[in-house]
């Protein structure tokens, strides 16, 4: 196993994407002091796991993002990506490259990748286990390190020489082991605590296990004999309403067929009042006809009375007056005739307004009956109106019923439900 590249973006004095490439064999990085150097390792210690600021020459964790100068804005978050060939297999992992990657934003959350997968920090220091790699391991020394390890005391050496001897590895599964007992014994304790406390109700529990059975079955039972009830209810309302709608159907036929009455009623009472109209301007104009005729009768009968007058007076000069009498005479027949003309025009006249003057009665009774079927009419109508209204009052409280009758029900189904659920 050995390194192959160091990919950095962002970290440190590293603002653009770097690749440093190493070859086997040995590689140096030379310049100047303030160049950066130092950099090159705090990458591989920190995409390694690394978790103190202070072994990175930093104060807090975020400061290994580049923090910007004058003409560059800060970097956002900070990557490394560490290769390695592992065609000798020296790591458990199964792979002949392996490809590690830290990375780490200004909100301070990091994520960890092995071959581009997102893995967690535990498992990138289980792959470096017993390969000297590792932020504990002996392949990163830096300065004053080795006078470090030798001024250590033994207990502090001795995590060196595991690791180079490859029993690190073991010694951290048994730390891990070792810890998840007394994990488990403590869940063991707590679940022996909770038995404990669970078997001591276990009586009162079950009386109210009992308990709630009766009332879930009673409770069941009761459910369906109100569902069954409120069931019977809008059968027997269902049954009413139909009734109610078909009385209320022939009621308004009827309606329908007393307002239609009505109108022919109305219709015939006008048509019988313009026929009287017609009738009493005819019985005026015969009227003034008739005053006509009287007065030409009073005129002749007045000039018949002078001439009978005439006739008593000339009596005594007959002789001198033939020719007078007969002129008279003749006029008397003609006046005679005119006479019985007038006289049968009266009598017509009479008749006339005699037939006029019935059937201005027979219009009037007629007129009456009119008004009388009218008015018994319209006392059904009024009578109809009522029963409509008694109808639909009734009809109301039918539906208000059976909509009390539907939310009940369905209040009814939801409780079924809620304790089909349970």
Known sequence: MFLKSLTMHGFKSFPDKTVISFNRGITA???????????????VRWVLGEMSPKSLRGSKMEDVIFNGTSKRKQAGYAEVTMTLDNTDRRSSFDADEIDVCRRLYRSGESEYYINNKQVRLKDIVDIFLNTGIGREGYSVIGQGKIAD??????????????????????????????????????????????????????PSLKRQSEKAEKYTELKTERTELEVSSFAQRIATIDKEKEKVGENLSLEEKSLADAEKALEESDKKIDENYLETGREK?????????REELLSKLSAVTSELSILEN??????????????SIADSKAKISQLDADREALLK??????????????????????????????????????????????????????????????????????????????
């Open 29 to 43: 990085i030379v310049g100047p002091n303030g160049s950066g150097k130092s950099n090159i390792s705090d990458a």
């Open 149 to 202: 390890v030798i001024s250590r005391k033994n207990d502090e050496r001795r995590g060196i020489f595991e690791e180079a001897a490859g029993i690190s590895r073991l010694r951290y599964q048994k730390k891990e082991a070792v810890s998840k007992l007394e994990k488990v014994g403590d869940n063991l304790s707590r679940i022996g605590d909770i038995l404990g406390e669970v078997e001591s109700r276990l």
């Open 281 to 289: 301007a005819l019985e005026g104009r015969l009227r003034n006809e």
């Open 310 to 323: 005439d006739t008593e007076h000339f009596d005594t000069t007959k002789a001198e007056v033939n020719a």
């Open 345 to 422: 025009a009266l009598e017509d006249t009479k008749s006339e307004l005699e037939k006029n003057a019935r059937r201005t009665t027979d219009n009037a009774n007629e007129t009456q009956t009119v008004r009388n079927n009218i008015f018994s009419l319209r006392e059904e109508v009024k009578k109809a109106e009522a029963e409509r209204e008694a109808i639909a009052e009734r009809r109301a409280e039918n539906d208000l019923i059976l909509k009390e009758g539907e939310s009940y029900n369905a209040i009814r189904r939801e409780r079924l439900e809620t304790v089909k659920s349970q």
